[in-house]
């Protein structure tokens, strides 16, 4: 069965800090994977998506994040954090014929000035 | 390009009413559309899922149900809310199947009183 596991359900970091949250996979299948941000209040945005083609994958806002098949992880980075950045963001699984994505219980992040 | 619309935004209900959240997508066909449940620290549910009029797919047990009457209009129900409804509904869209993009709605604020 597909899982997705994100470590720490809150990261802090002070503004310019390198920021990394975490995200592990569980799939029987090669697999989709996406990170989306959440601002209060507000749906789920797009951030990034992984489908093979690379697996260093840029987003928006300076964000990045690198599929590791061998570690079954797909990490989220921004080298220098910034104020705006403070939302939730969640991880989430794709696979073949599934229209669904499974979901990670997201991770908190603060920023901190 | 492609919208999604969700309303209303919030909605403060009585235990016992009943619930009608509506949510349209413009500038796509045939759309897979969700509804999704955030409450408090249980992170994003799935709710319903539908691939096409008429073909709704139910995740979880519970006091709701999901018509969809239109192509691309999907309506999340009940005829009597409880405390326990009370959370962040967020519609989504996505197309096409297997590891594809899922979009998401501004999201409406249910509180059940």
């Known amino acids: 069965a597909q899982s997705v596991t994100q470590l720490g359900s809150h990261v802090s970091v002070s503004e310019g800090a390198l920021v990394l949250l975490r995200c592990n996979y569980s799939?029987?299948?090669?697999?989709?994977l996406f990170w989306y941000v959440q601002y209060p209040n507000q749906g789920l945005q797009l951030l990034l998506k992984?489908?093979?083609?690379?697996?260093l994958v840029k987003g928006i806002n300076g964000f990045e994040a690198e599929f590791k098949k061998s570690e079954t992880s797909f990490h989220l980075t921004k080298p220098s954090a910034h104020m705006s950045d403070a939302a939730e963001y969640f991880c989430?699984?794709?696979?073949?014929?599934?229209?669904?994505?499974?979901f990670g219980k997201g991770t908190l992040l603060t920023v901190n000035p | 390009s492609q919208t999604i619309h969700q309303w209303p935004a919030t909605l403060v209900q009585p235990v016992g009413s009943p619930l009608s959240l509506e949510c349209t997508v413009e500038?796509?066909?045939?759309?897979?559309l969700y509804w999704y449940r955030q409450a408090a620290g249980r992170g994003l549910q799935l709710l319903f899922y539908?691939?096409?009029?008429?073909?709704i797919s139910s995740e979880v047990p519970q006091n709701l149900s999901a018509s969809r009457p239109q192509d691309r209009q999907f309506i999340l129900s009940s005829k009597k809310l409880l405390l326990s409804d009370s959370g962040f509904y967020l519609c989504?869209?996505?197309?096409?199947?297997?590891?594809?993009?899922?979009?998401f709605g501004e999201g409406s604020w249910l509180t059940v009183v």
């Open positions: 992984y489908t093979s083609a690379a697996t």
């Open positions: 500038g796509t066909s045939n759309p897979n």
């Open positions: 989430a699984l794709g696979e073949g014929s599934n229209y669904k994505l499974t």
């Open positions: 989504a869209w996505s197309t096409g199947q297997g590891g594809n993009t899922i979009y």
């Open positions: 799939s029987s299948v090669p697999p989709y």
């Open positions: 539908s691939v096409g009029i008429g073909q």
